[in-house]
């Protein structure tokens, strides 16, 4: 089982919304305690940082070609962080991938360690 499991995507028409799911079923990830990161991968392009939020809350980062649609929440009592995506755009489309453990936040960074999900698969077509 990946230490990270994410959940939400979906086709959808341009203009349209999703909402994203990062949960960690393993145990020893308290998700909780962890800054994470949302990436995507879209073809032909390489991985990107789309947003981040700290373990507490406070501090969130975002992605310029996603500020302003883009956000990023957690709750904490159940271990849990969100991705709402409004006002999608056919270049939006891609496999999106929750990460956490050592994970910057701001920056959007990963580094060698940083465990992630398997991805869920946002298509955004008219």
């Known amino acids: 089982q990946p230490p990270l499991v994410e959940s939400g995507g979906d086709v959808v028409q341009p203009g349209g919304s999703l909402r994203l799911s990062c949960v960690a079923p393993?145990?020893?990830?308290?998700?909780?305690?962890?800054?994470v990161g949302w990436f995507r991968h879209a073809p032909g392009k390489e991985r990107e940082g789309v947003s981040c939020?700290?373990?507490?809350?406070?501090?969130?980062d975002y992605a310029d070609a996603v500020k302003g649609r883009f956000t990023v929440s957690r709750d904490n009592a159940k271990s849990t962080v969100y991705l709402t995506m409004n006002n999608l755009k056919m270049e939006d489309t891609a496999v999106y991938y929750c990460?956490?453990?050592?994970?910057?936040?701001?920056?959007?960074?990963?580094?060698?360690?940083?465990?992630w999900g398997k991805g869920t698969l946002v298509t955004v077509s008219s």
């Open positions: 990460a956490a453990r050592f994970v910057r936040c701001p920056g959007i960074g990963y580094m060698s360690g940083t465990d």
């Open positions: 939020i700290s373990s507490g809350g406070a501090t969130t």
């Open positions: 393993a145990i020893g990830i308290i998700l909780e305690n962890l800054n």
